[in-house]
């Protein structure tokens, strides 16, 4: 079972730079085909998808949030990054990260983002 985890800080002034990691253990962010996400559930609301990175490398992001989105790798650490800029309070969420692989599908625990000055 693969395994992710998020980390990152639970605290963000407005306009600045938002940024996640998620680290996995238990598989390869480079196995074929596998895929690894991003998602969001603001406080009261439903889960909005961000943005995905592919096996390859490969990026696919929410239309309504591509301008300000951003997700990378580091295959040497077996993680993937999200970035999110020029954050106001609405971006205020839990923040998951999720992964694909062999047809399952695992999820970290989620970490508490807050926008706030």
């Known amino acids: 079972q693969v395994q992710l985890q998020e980390s990152g800080p639970g605290l963000v002034k407005p306009s600045q730079t938002l940024s996640l990691t998620c680290t996995v253990s238990?598989?390869?962010?480079?196995?074929?085909?596998?895929?690894w996400s991003w998602i969001r559930q603001p406080p009261g609301k439903g889960l909005e998808w961000m943005g995905s990175?592919?096996?390859?490398?490969?990026?696919y992001y929410s239309p309504s949030l591509k301008s300000r989105t951003s997700i990378s790798r580091d295959t040497s650490k077996n993680q993937f990054t999200l970035q999110l800029s020029s954050v106001t309070p609405e971006d205020t969420a839990v923040y998951y990260c999720?992964?694909?692989?062999?047809?399952?599908?695992?999820w970290g625990q989620g970490t508490q983002v807050t926008v706030s000055s």
């Open positions: 990175i592919g096996y390859s490398g490969s990026t």
């Open positions: 999720y992964g694909v692989i062999g047809g399952m599908t695992d």
């Open positions: 238990g598989g390869s962010i480079t196995t074929n085909y596998a895929y």
